[in-house]
């Protein structure tokens, strides 16, 4: 296909397809502009916090609004009593939360969908049973990271695709064990 540049200066408010970047622009009177075609509620992933298993003799889960001041509030509870400890990551759609204690490290993973107060459901199981971990994720992949089992600190890392509920698989492991003293951080396409 043969693309001829048109014979007018286009007004401001025109549209085009951008052939070479694959992406809609407007134009403002003066130059092209790219047209964002997502929205704040996508950038931000929602207005909720979720936190797990804060207290031992507890299956609390509690929930928060990030746009505004305030307590947390209830939000449903864990599938077992006593969770402390968990490495928890999310997507826009679910929250999940992986091992914990309180003094016997589990290899239980949970689950809920952040938009509903309800209660966790069983996920699957990690490779191995933790505590302490850090956790991250892209809004695809949660990881796993590191953890403690008395006596000692452990290095390994596993994922799982938060969408569909199943065991995790190892990811790889962190140079060295990693247990209370570290954390995870993502930006959606890479972890530390």
């Known amino acids: ?26 134009y403002n009177g003066n130059q092209w502009f790219e047209i964002d ?31 505004t001041t305030g307590n947390a509030a209830d939000f449903a509870d864990m599938t077992r009593t006593g969770t402390v400890s968990p490495a928890a990551f ?9 091992g914990g204690g309180p003094s016997s490290p589990t290899n239980i993973i949970e689950f809920i969908t952040i938009a509903q107060q309800a209660n966790a459901q069983d996920f699957g199981d990690l490779t191995r049973a933790h505590r302490n971990a850090g956790g ?16 000692n600190t452990v290095n390994t890392i596993d994922y799982v695709t938060i969408a569909s509920t199943g065991n995790a698989v190892d990811f790889g492991d962190t140079e060295n064990g990693h247990d209370t003293s570290s954390a995870a951080v993502s930006n959606g396409h890479g972890g530390l």
């Open 90 to 98: 999310a997507s826009r759609v679910r929250g999940i939360a992986t």
């Open 37 to 67: 075609s997502t929205s704040p509620e996508e950038q931000t992933g929602g207005t909720r916090g979720i936190v797990f298993g804060e207290q031992s003799n507890t299956s609390d889960i509690e929930f928060y609004n990030v746009d």
């Open 136 to 151: 991250g994720s892209s809004e695809t992949r949660g990881l796993t990271i590191g953890g403690y089992v008395n006596p």
């Open 1 to 26: 296909m043969i693309e001829n540049p048109s014979l007018d200066k286009p007004t401001s408010g025109s549209i085009r397809f951008n052939t070479d970047s694959s992406k809609l622009e407007i």
